[in-house]
């Protein structure tokens, strides 16, 4: 295995730092403040797109894409944008700023992948230019929505339409005030194989019978302006050109969407990972209790040191994934995709920990991201399936590779 970063990545990594340094840091608590007060629900910071429009001439936009599209992408593999993504990370709406957030992300892969000349003039293009946003909606309240086949929102035929019914919630981003187009999974055939009972449509956000119901906060924060909603699906009627790929190919487009997402999650992590470690060291060295600075105390130079081996273990797993997808697809790499999905999160969550345990009470405040930090990683040991399915999926592969 050779991760050594190629010329571009290592440009595009410099160039993002210096531009996050310059542009970003500065503002982070402005921006934090404006969007936690609540009279600022469901608005943009007033300066974003002036930034947006800094990191599109600065050829920091659409990072992600593992393939061109145009001048809009400059058609990184994984194994490139992954230290970008982690860079992103250190801060959580910092990935909007480069149009490199979830779930756009997954959705213009899907579109770029699966969609047509048609859905992708009509939808992928103002996605890549930044100008509208976009929700992905699968999970489901009624049902265990860790497998994806549980779902119960119907499409059904009506001549050259589709009529689509059911309840979301996690829908993230639904909320943006700029989100016009949403990919909706549901079932086109209850009595099909079970993994070909799933399609999925494009729906725009403003068809009758979209209806958002309320908005879900995570751990008391709103993640304004994109956050997550539940919605009511009450005779949506869509034509069926809006279909993605094919009726019960919606799992396939699934597993294609959820394996470059997870790489993008997973060094995401390890950023706001990485950023916590240094907001705890410099603490380390600011408090003094007891008469000696915290950082003369053995166990808090233990909580470091497992720390910094934590993060680099959980960095080379992951880079480790997005090598192998990028040399042999994603289906190739469901072990260490399944790998990372345990492993980072649990990362982030136990150094996010240690490092508001340094900080005392601050770091349980909005003064620093680390109560956000924690929040988001928390989540995300959920987000993509619970650590108990890809466990089980894990478990079963090396049972079936050491005993067939």
């Not at 399609?199 to 956000?205: A, D, K, T």
């Not at 094919?246 to 950023?275: N, S, T």
């Not at 994934?321 to 980072?344: H, P, Y």
Request: proline share 5%; with cysteine.
């Amino acid at each position: 295995m050779n991760f050594e970063f190629s010329e571009k990545s290592i440009a595009l990594q410099n160039k993002l730092k210096a531009f996050m340094a310059k542009e970003l840091l500065p503002i982070e608590e402005e921006v934090n403040q404006f969007h936690q007060h609540p009279e600022n629900a469901w608005t943009k910071w007033p300066g974003l797109e002036q930034l947006k429009k800094k990191a599109k001439a600065a050829g920091l936009w659409n990072l992600f894409l593992p393939i061109s599209y145009g001048k809009l992408s400059p058609g990184l593999t994984n194994l490139e944008y992954a230290p970008l993504a982690e860079l992103m990370g250190r801060m959580l709406w910092a990935s909007e700023v480069f149009n490199c957030s979830p779930p756009d992300t997954g959705n213009m892969e899907v579109l770029a992948k699966y969609g047509s000349k048609e859905q992708r003039q009509h939808w992928l293009q103002p996605l890549m230019d930044g100008s509208i946003r976009s929700a992905f909606l699968m999970t489901e309240p009624e049902i265990a929505s860790s497998d994806a086949t549980n779902i119960e929102t119907s499409i059904v035929s009506d001549g050259d339409h589709y009529l689509i019914n059911g309840t979301k919630w996690w829908s993230s981003g639904a909320l943006d005030p700029h989100c016009k187009i949403a990919i909706v999974m549901g079932k086109t055939d209850f009595t099909a194989p079970r993994h070909l009972q799933q399609s999925m449509v494009l729906v725009p956000m403003d068809t009758p019978g979209v209806n958002i119901l309320r908005h879900l906060p995570v751990f008391g924060f709103t993640d304004s302006p994109e956050g997550h909603a539940e919605i009511q699906l009450d005779q949506v009627r869509v034509p069926k050109t809006n279909l993605l790929l094919g009726e019960g190919r919606g799992f396939e487009i699934a597993q294609g969407r959820l394996g470059p997402g997870r790489i993008h999650h997973c060094m995401r992590l390890i950023g706001m990972a990485q950023r916590a470690l240094e907001i705890m060291s410099k603490r380390t060295v600011d408090r003094k209790p007891f008469g000696r600075t915290l950082d003369t105390f053995s166990s808090i130079r233990q909580d470091i040191a497992q720390s910094v081996c934590e993060i680099e273990q959980a960095r080379l797993l992951t880079l480790s994934a997005a090598d192998k997808m990028d040399k042999l697809g994603n289906k190739e790499a469901k072990d260490l995709i399944a790998m990372i999905k345990i492993v980072a999160p649990k990362m982030a969550v136990k150094v996010i920990d240690r490092a508001i345990q340094i900080l005392g009470g601050q770091g349980v405040s909005n003064d620093t991201p680390l109560a956000h930090f924690y929040a988001a990683a928390r989540t995300l040991r959920l987000a993509d399936g619970p650590d108990e399915v890809h466990m089980s999926q894990l478990g079963k592969l090396t049972i079936k590779k050491y005993t067939s």
